[in-house]
């Protein structure tokens, strides 16, 4: 009664098992590098997002003290952060990526049929991330603008009083392993951020 037991060996079964960690060490990888991708994007938007609401506090204060509240002014920061700043990265990013596939398609010719179109599980998930990296950028731009006392962001007098003093001193020690990854580090942020 039932099936005997059978056990088939080939030399191409062989390869594929020992390649079998290769794959998922692989997928590892990728993920590690998507996910430092973005956080250095969440950053980078973080100090823009940062940048342009601070330079806005007298007009959000003009507008806080009109009677705006205060869950009109998270949509209105929400939205700026989305518009302004993902919807033009992320047309540009399918459009390329369109372009890419395309060239890619005909240039290697490999015989398998493929739509050389982005499939709707790709636009969704760009279309989440899209949205997702600024949502999540916006966030303590957002707090900051709300928790300043509305006379001194009218005043303007909170942005006087800060000081920042640099203080130089000279080191005979010059560490150029140091100087070598922090240069590696910029060139790696300038060629993400440009």
Known sequence: VGFPWTSITTPL????????????????????MLFILMA???????????????????ELSILRMIGMRTRHLVKMLLLQSCVIYSL???????????????????????????????S????????????VIPSVSILLPIKNA????????????????????LQASSSST??????????IFIAFGVCVYY
């Open 120 to 131: 709707v599980n790709g636009l969704l998930r760009s279309v989440a991330v899209a949205l």
């Open 13 to 32: 079964i062989l390869r594929f098992n020992a390649l079998k960690y290769m794959s998922i060490f692989f997928q590892l990888v990728l993920n590690l």
């Open 174 to 183: 010059f560490k150029l392993k140091l100087t070598l990854i922090a240069s």
């Open 88 to 118: 033009p990265s992320w047309l540009i990013a399918v459009v390329l990526s369109e372009v890419a596939i395309f060239y890619l398609m005909h240039r290697l010719d490999t015989g398998y049929s493929i739509a050389p179109v982005i």
């Open 40 to 58: 250095l994007s969440i950053m980078l938007l973080y100090s823009l997002l940062s940048i342009s609401v601070d330079s806005r506090t007298f």
């Open 146 to 165: 709300l928790s300043k006392n509305l006379h001194d962001s009218i005043d303007g007098g909170g942005r006087a009083s800060e000081t920042t003093t």
